[in-house]
């Protein structure tokens, strides 16, 4: 089976300095916010260009703490989409604000700029553009409308690691950047992992408090806090992987590039890199009519497939209480059409042709 992340030979990769780095943490005795985590939080924002990062223990409580130490909450709105993975949404219902939903570009299924500026009202406190598969939102329109309306921006880049707006690398571009770690993402730990990079000290120092219940020095708690670290083992080995993050995003782009020339023809409809954007392929994700027959005739051949998400946000169980009856249109269009393919690292060639020839092949056989 060819599957979806690789992450058994990204460890045959790098598996003697994961074990040195980790071997390391282990016998030193400090396992949780020490030497490693700070290293780690310079060096992983010095690489997005922020001034500040702060480690936590999910892209879900990145975005949590990030609206949190914003002020976001009860009263508030926030514009974000209903296409993207569901803890977006859950950060700002957490806090107590509410979601209101703007349809998506069909071409980068990011948040689209024209839609904004109808859905703001004297409640809208921020936008929260997800860079949705890699592929960056346009913050220099987004950028534009907060400015005019004063609102604040925090970044979803939990699936954008190293991908760029303008030739700046998104998470430091609005006033809070968020990522994940989690093991299949561009950059992944092994387990759960995130963190929040700024370039505000302020936030950046509450931030700090708020993943350690509210501490700023031992036994003095100056508010309510969470528990919420990126420990040292993680911090380590992610330290490692952090050197390989822009080899393995150019192998994500030679793979995608290769995927765009196989599939030009076939009438499946490939993503979209738009000028201003540098896409570093989380997913490689095409749009074609009849895809759960496309998805069926590739797990027959062994190619896993996955849909990235069956569902809008708005639209699941969790919220149906919640009364989001938005009509999104081209959201709810594309979660019948998008298909995501294998495009990690570690893909040879030959598995790449056996993907590419085979959703050729589909489109050749006779319904
Ligand atoms: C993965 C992801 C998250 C959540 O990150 P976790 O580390 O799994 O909590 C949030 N938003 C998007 C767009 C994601 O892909």
């Given at each position: 089976?060819?599957d ?12 003697q300095e ?5 071997h390391?943490?282990l ?6 916010l ?15 260009g ?5 480690g936590?223990?999910s892209?879900?409580?990145a975005?949590l ?12 709105e926030?514009l ?6 569901i ?6 219902i957490?806090?107590?604000?509410r ?8 071409d980068?299924?990011c ?7 109808n859905?703001i009202?004297?409640k ?5 553009p997800?860079?949705l598969y ?12 907060a ?5 604040f921006?925090?970044e979803?880049?939990c699936q ?9 690398r998104?998470g430091?571009?609005?006033h ?9 993402k561009?950059?992944g730990?092994y387990?759960?992992?995130?963190i ?7 936030l950046?120092?509450?931030?700090i408090?708020s993943r ?20 040292e ?17 150019m192998?994500?782009r030679?793979?995608a590039?290769?995927y ?8 499946i ?7 201003y954007?540098r896409?570093?392929?989380h997913q ?14 590739l797990f027959q051949?062994?190619i ?6 069956p569902?809008?946000?708005?639209k ?6 919640l009364?989001?009856d938005?009509y999104?249109?081209?959201?709810e269009?594309?979660?019948?059409e998008?298909?995501?393919?294998p495009v990690h690292?570690w893909?040879s ?7 590419a020839n085979a959703?050729?092949a589909y ?5």
């Open positions: 089976m060819i979806l992340a690789g992450l058994k030979e990204q460890y045959n990769e790098i598996s994961v074990r040195q780095a980790v390391k943490v016998t030193s005795g400090w396992y949780v020490g030497e490693e985590l700070e290293r780690f939080e310079q060096e992983f924002s010095s690489y997005i922020a001034r500040y990062g702060v936590v223990n892209g879900s409580d975005l703490l990030a609206l949190k130490v914003l002020g976001i909450g009860p009263g508030d926030v974000t989409v209903s296409h993207t993975f803890s977006t949404v859950d950060s700002i957490r806090n107590g604000a979601p209101v939903f703007v349809d998506i570009d069909p980068t299924f948040i689209d700029p024209a839609e904004i500026e859905r009202t004297e809208t406190k921020a936008i929260l997800v860079h890699g592929h960056p939102a346009d913050m220099t329109q987004i950028g534009a409308i400015r005019k309306h004063n609102l921006i925090i979803d880049a954008a690691h190293g991908a760029e707006c303008d030739e700046r998104v430091a571009i609005g809070v950047g968020c990522f994940s770690f989690y093991p299949v561009n950059l730990a387990g759960d992992g995130g929040v990079v700024t370039n505000d000290g302020t950046a120092e509450k931030l408090r350690n219940y509210g501490q700023p020095e031992k036994n003095v708690h100056t508010f309510i806090g969470i528990n919420s670290r990126l420990d083992i993680q911090a380590a080995a992610l330290r490692v992987k952090l050197k390989f993050l822009d080899r393995w995003n192998r994500r030679q793979i590039e290769q765009d020339v196989h599939l030009s023809h076939t009438g409809i490939t993503p979209i890199e738009k000028k954007a896409h570093v392929y490689y994700v095409i749009k074609c009519r009849q895809r759960d027959a496309l998805q069926n005739f051949r062994e896993d497939t996955q849909i990235h998400y569902v809008p946000v708005h699941q169980r969790a919220y149906q209480d009364g989001f938005t999104l249109p081209v959201t269009r594309v979660c019948g998008i298909l995501s393919l690292p893909l060639e030959q598995e790449v042709l056996k993907v959703v050729q489109r050749d056989t006779p319904a």
